[in-house]
């Protein structure tokens, strides 16, 4: 039984939330600021533990100093579509955050135990973050990457396990087993799937598109219409080398790294222009980075192609916002 | 000097009208404006698309004349010093010094005064249109009494009427400010006076190379690339004869791009820009000037192994129409010709 007074605890816990709120401040944009910068593609969720689920676990775990035993007062969740984009989100908490504690939920289930999944941190800001907040002592808060379909459970898990008043009935308890299984393999099948999807013969330009995609995300979020992107990369991939589709991610990466600053104020001096033009729609299709980077590269013979799959009109705007002359222009 | 102007973005913009200035007595006053247009995203990449287009089709590297007959430069000096304050005042001053340096030659038009990021440095773009159409303009005043004009008489304008379109870039580099003009009547033999009105006694700047250099180094670059860069003993006939007729024909512009799409098979377009590139010779359009190129280069010349036979051939494109280069099966090359028999030697 909880022995010191839940009245202080209270009282102290509510003091903290101004420093809650920034920290979850900071922390929240250091995430999706490096999150948009490698062009992952997912929700961020933030929440600060209110104060009586706060009193309620004091309560249930019988903690002598609430205050810094808890770690969960503060908690943000990185929400991807596939499993596969965890490693990226990981080198990102490294990069962004001190590490105090780490644990992949998959590592301490048995193999034929199911549960829980995905990866949680304890993280508190860098040291040279703490100036930004008064009185900062390295508050330790956590942080976890789900999946979408984890995300879900552990969103339903909590309704139906932490909203009983009795433990389950084993047929009950069954059926949340058969749900937990059918979760990993949703996200088993989903990345196995998505892996041959990309490299099914016959679908380089779903590759491509994967690659572009990613990129494009680092400077706009913008929605785009997939199939018109996949008829159009069936055309541009005809001016890729065989090598420079092996290595298409490098090469698109590299390319939106060299011209980073340029490609981010294109798409944010158009991403509101609200003009009824046509041409511009070109520039909101992930493909417009190929486009610019063979404008760049053979201007003469993407110009020669283009005329086979689209109107000259749109690859002319490109060009010209990109400071391209193209022949007989 | 290099700029990427694929990275310009429009800032702010002033537009002035100016009109025809019939004679010292009957001029029609000036009234320039005095708020700039609203920054309206639109209207900014409007005019940004309009600049880039201008300017890659051609720009020529200027620099400040040491002693302008224009307050021009010194007024682009004072802007770029200043906190932005000075903005609208500098461009009445520079749409003031267009009006009193214009006669009855000049259309009227209007001048569009825009502060930009070039390469993410501060930068000026002044644009000039002339109206040759005789557009209706209409100048908005408001409650203050202070003066507007509207970006949609520059956008008719600019996409209907307005035929005369130059514009001169500045940009504030660490140690000096670099410009650029863009100019459809520079080297256009008839409109030398109107081009160098526009460069000189307007924005008191000179041409940082002259034409005669960058037509010579166009044409070195050129017969390097086509002996260095081109295998195939064919293709190396078919552009040496465009050099040729590039530089013998009447155009007064040479349009690098345009040669290479042309003349060039597909493979080596490119490959013909990057060289230019790197030679560092324009891939604009540029104004011709052959004046100080030597008869050698205008002429064409075979040169076999250890030089032991050089077959000249001098004339203009045309009489090399009949001239036959093809390599033989024993990989030797096979040059014929049909001409008039004159005389040997020189």
């Known amino acids: 039984m909880y022995e010191g007074n839940l009245e202080d605890s209270r009282k102290l816990y509510l003091d903290k939330q101004d420093e809650y709120s920034k920290i979850l401040e900071i922390a929240f944009e250091k995430l999706e600021t490096s999150i948009k910068r490698k062009g992952i593609h997912c929700q961020i969720e933030k929440r600060i533990k209110n104060v009586d689920s706060f009193l309620k676990k004091i309560l249930r775990k019988e903690y002598k100093t609430p205050l810094t035993e808890i770690r969960d007062q503060i908690g943000l969740r990185v929400i991807t579509h596939y499993q596969h984009e965890f490693d990226k989100v990981k080198e990102i908490v490294y990069e962004e955050f001190e590490v105090h504690h780490h644990e992949d939920k998959l590592n301490s289930l048995k193999f034929d135990q199911l549960g829980y999944l995905g990866l949680h941190y304890e993280v508190s800001l860098q040291k040279n973050e703490n100036e930004l907040i008064k009185d900062y002592n390295e508050h330790i808060f956590e942080l976890q990457i789900h999946t979408k379909a984890q995300n879900l459970w552990a969103n339903v898990s909590h309704q139906l396990l932490y909203k009983s008043f009795s433990p389950p009935s084993p047929e009950i308890q069954r059926s949340i087993y058969r749900l937990v299984a059918l979760i990993e393999i949703f996200d088993k099948e989903v990345n196995t799937a998505q892996n041959a999807i990309i490299n099914q013969t016959g679908f380089p330009e779903v590759k491509l598109l994967t690659h572009l995609e990613s990129c494009f995300h680092l400077f706009t979020w913008n929605e785009f219409d997939k199939e018109f992107s996949i008829n159009n990369l069936s055309s541009l991939k005809k001016l890729l080398k065989d090598e420079e589709i092996d290595n298409f991610e490098n090469l698109i990466e590299a390319f939106s790294s060299e011209n980073h600053t340029k490609l981010a104020n294109l798409f944010s001096q158009y991403s509101d222009d609200k003009r009824d033009s046509y041409d511009r729609l070109m520039l909101f299709q992930p493909e417009s980075l190929l486009i610019f980077e063979r404008l760049e590269m053979d201007k003469f013979k993407l110009q020669e192609l283009w005329g086979s799959f689209l109107p000259l009109e749109l690859l002319e705007f490109l060009a010209n916002i990109w400071g391209i002359q193209l022949p007989n222009s | ?346």
């Open chain 2, 1 to 346: 000097m290099s700029l990427d102007f694929g990275t310009l973005q429009v800032e702010r913009a002033i537009i002035h009208q100016i009109p025809k200035r019939l004679s010292s007595e009957g001029a029609v006053a000036l009234r320039t404006t005095d708020i700039e247009i609203p920054p309206v995203l639109e209207s900014m990449n409007f005019l940004a698309e309009r600049i880039k287009e201008s300017l890659v089709k051609s720009s020529y590297s200027v620099a400040f004349d040491p002693e302008p007959e224009s307050p021009v430069p010194d007024l682009i000096s004072r802007l770029f010093e200043s906190e932005n304050d000075d903005f609208v005042h500098i461009s009445q001053r520079i749409a003031l010094h267009l009006y009193t340096s214009q006669t009855g030659v000049n259309s009227r038009g209007v001048l569009v005064i825009t502060q930009v990021k070039l390469e993410n440095k501060p930068a000026l773009a002044i644009l000039k249109l002339e109206d040759e159409k005789g557009c209706e303009y209409e100048i908005l005043e408001n409650n203050k009494g202070l003066i507007t004009c509207s970006l949609k008489q520059v956008e008719n304008l600019m996409l209907t009427g307005g035929k005369i379109f130059k514009v001169g870039i500045f940009v504030k580099e660490s140690d000096c400010i670099a410009g650029c003009i863009s100019d459809k009547q520079r080297g256009i033999k008839t409109q030398t006076l109107v081009a160098n009105f526009f460069l000189k006694r307007f924005l008191g700047c000179y041409l940082l190379k002259s034409p005669a250099i960058t037509t010579n180094q166009f044409i070195r670059t050129c017969q390097n690339f086509i002996n260095n860069d081109v295998s195939s003993v064919e293709l190396k006939q078919r552009y040496e004869i465009a050099l040729l007729s590039l530089i013998n024909n009447n155009n007064d512009v040479i349009e690098p791009t345009n040669f290479a799409s042309l003349n060039m098979h597909v493979d080596d377009r490119q490959k013909f820009i990057d060289r230019l590139e790197q030679d560092e010779v324009p891939t604009t359009n540029f104004e011709k000037d052959i004046s100080t190129t030597g008869n050698s280069i205008r002429n064409m010349h075979v040169t076999f192994t250890n030089n032991e036979c050089t077959v000249a051939i001098s004339g203009n494109a045309s009489s090399l129409e009949d001239l036959i280069i093809e390599e033989t099966d024993d990989g030797r090359v096979k040059v014929s010709f049909v001409a008039e028999l004159d005389k040997f030697g020189k």
